[in-house]
């Protein structure tokens, strides 16, 4: 996708009077983590790390800056260095669930399930109904072959934000390796219409073990 080029001179002068800001004022954390922002949405990544840096210099105990940084880390793939950072977040405050939650997610894509299940129940115990960490503990339990807990998490997920796609996936999943197959089916099709990219491999699967489910029964 084309940029637009009139936001990009935008964003080049907002860069460029940001920079001017920091030169006059360089212990100023505000704008050092302003200019990191910046130069994170110029897709200067490696700047906006520099920023972040020197902001945290002078300030290490910023939850935000550090929160901030440690989603860039995810971004670029760094997971180690973005769980290091959100894990310095939460001994800064050790209730934030949105820290417990990006820590639990890295863990999840390193294949961790154990650690990944362990942050987001922590979440959960800040947050009963916060439904990104439901929906990601079910891809966690599923892997764990908990998979009453992990029908019990999706369905609750799916309770409180019925509309989200990814809730329904996770559900259909739980369910599939559960072998209720005609409920998780009807999971999978709802995921669809929420406009959900199905994974066509476990939408086949899904299918072809509903049918027999269906056929089995007749």
């Known amino acids: 996708m084309a940029k637009n080029p009139i936001k990009s001179m935008e964003l080049d002068q907002l860069i460029r009077d940001i920079e001017k800001e920091v030169k006059e004022n360089p212990n100023s954390v505000i704008a050092h983590h302003r200019l990191a922002l910046a130069y994170w949405r110029g897709e200067r990544p490696e700047d906006a790390i520099n920023e972040f840096k020197k902001a945290l210099a002078i300030d290490p105990a910023s939850f935000e800056i550090r929160v901030n940084l440690g989603s860039l880390y995810f971004q670029m793939g760094r997971l180690e260095d973005g769980i290091r950072e959100n894990k310095e977040a939460l001994r ?3 209730r934030s669930a949105e820290a417990m939650v990006n820590i639990g997610s890295a863990y999840l894509n390193l294949g961790n399930w154990e650690e990944a299940a362990s942050y987001f129940h922590r979440a959960l115990e800040v947050k009963p109904e916060m439904v990104p960490a439901l929906t990601s503990l079910v891809t ?3 892997e764990l072959n908990k998979l009453d807990q992990a029908l019990e998490a999706g369905e609750k997920a799916v ?3 019925p509309d989200f796609g990814l809730a329904h996936n996770n559900l259909a999943v739980a369910l599939f390796y559960k072998g209720e197959h005609e409920k998780a089916l009807k ?3 709802r995921a669809k219409v929420l406009k959900y990219p199905v994974h066509p491999d476990l939408e086949s699967r899904i299918k072809a073990a509903s049918s027999r489910e269906v056929s089995a029964q007749e």
Do not use: N, Q, T, Y
């Open 159 to 161: 309770m409180l934000a």
């Open 187 to 189: 999971h999978l099709e």
């Open 92 to 94: 800064l405050h050790p």
């Open 140 to 142: 966690a339990l599923v």
